[in-house]
């Protein structure tokens, strides 16, 4: 398994780490398993699956009184965890109300509660999940689930939690399952463990070239991919101002990464993902508060998830046209730093006055989506970002902030959320937003006067995207850092974007 990721660790400065899991699809568990898992609805709570009725008699009805004593029914989500009964060490009962109405999120969410809930995180995990009595194709999304949820970042620690998982999911039909996982879901989750993987690094590690290595690395071998690296001097010929700006004050170079996917029709118009990659935000000169500073380390969440989402489609051969930009730079002070009340050249030819430097991500991401426009001539324009403070106050880890030009637009990506399990939540984009960009010397100003940010923040960046465009803005700085884990995702760096993105291409390709 994640034999990309483990061969990083030779090339790169630093290494990204495997999460060791191996699933398989079977008719019947084979082997001596320790964790097993059932599925059961009230019903089931009273007369229990076939499957359980040999390993109840094993264990003298202990299975059944535990049911009983527990007072375990069965509801919906909830799940008995029951220690030693037989030859298993752990076995879980997880209630479903009813197995008809299990979409393909509430089985990741399923999935990942069951990683979530087995004890024996420290030795070698052989799990097995019972899905005979759920509808098609759920086994293929129970072990989505469970890979999003089986992740942890121990890299720094002395002692590492090595265990080595296998997982087996028992289900009437192997090839279907067998086919959509490992042909399609497996690389959603392993594109959205690149992404935290990223996320969690810390910025001495992470900075533009080796963001550029590691992406490089990822889509090493990967079909109909092309990779291109803008450096300096080409994006002083292009007059990238704000990008270059941005990058200033840091020793490390900024750079415009390009990665294109052509699975589509020959010459057809792509969908573009732009991504803001800022490997550390400091705020710059206008420097941030030493309080809580260190969580901008994951202000490159935004690139991270476009990379991600770029490789689930190429590695599942979607047919697709689509072209993944991300903008690198640290956000650094110094002397050599750019200033508020500086004025950037962007690349559009327009004029950008500097208000706060810590106002970053809008400039970096205006001269890559204009780039982009220009370059490939998109049908539509995502851009991701970790922009705004005031995203994450409005609407947390729940809801990453939407901003299109039009509300109905955004009511039919907001279904782009529910179908991906990643929600979005709209805000609204007023042509006062865009007048508060008025700049006394310069075209216009990277931050307007107090609120709303994340609308402002957008309006900057809709300055430079066609308005003929179909354009969704999200803005992820509430839900790329998890205060607490999901079904799907440990507390910490979430890879928030890669299932959504994904969902999106899906739906628009
Ligand atoms: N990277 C931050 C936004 C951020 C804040 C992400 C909190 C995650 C958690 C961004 O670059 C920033 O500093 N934005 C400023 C903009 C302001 C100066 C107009 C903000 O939101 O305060
Ligand atoms: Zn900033
Ligand atoms: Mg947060």
Redesign the pocket.
Known sequence: MNKLLALLGSILTFSLIAQPLTVEFSNSPSRAVDQHVFFVNEAQTKLLPAALVDLNKQSNERIMKLINHHDFTGKKDSILHLEMIGDAEELLLVGIESDASLTPVDLHNLGGKIAAALKSTTRNLNVTIYTENLPQNSAAHLAMGYQLRHYHFDKYKSEKQDSISRLTLVTDDIPTNKQLFENDLTHIAKGTHFARDLAWEPGKSIYPQTFVDAVKALFKGVDKISIDVLEVAEMQRLTMGALLGVGKGSIHEPKLLVVEYRGGIKGGAPIVLAGKG?TF?T?GT?I?PNSGMW??KS?MSGAAAVAGAVYASAMRGEKVNLVGVMPLAE?MPGSNAIRPGDVLETMKGTTIEVM?T????RLILADAVYYAQQSFQPKMLVNIA?????A?RALSDEYAALVTRDFTFSTEIMKVGEASGEYVWPLPLHPNHFDQLKSDIADIKN?GVGNP?AS??AAVLGTFVDEDLPWVHLDI??V??LDSATDTAPKGAHGWGVRFMDQLVRQYK
């Open positions: 800022i935000d705020g206008s941030k969580a901008m202000d956000n706060s810590d106002a970053e991500g970790t922009l705004t403070g005031s994450a931050s940010g402002i923040g700085a509430g790329d850092w």
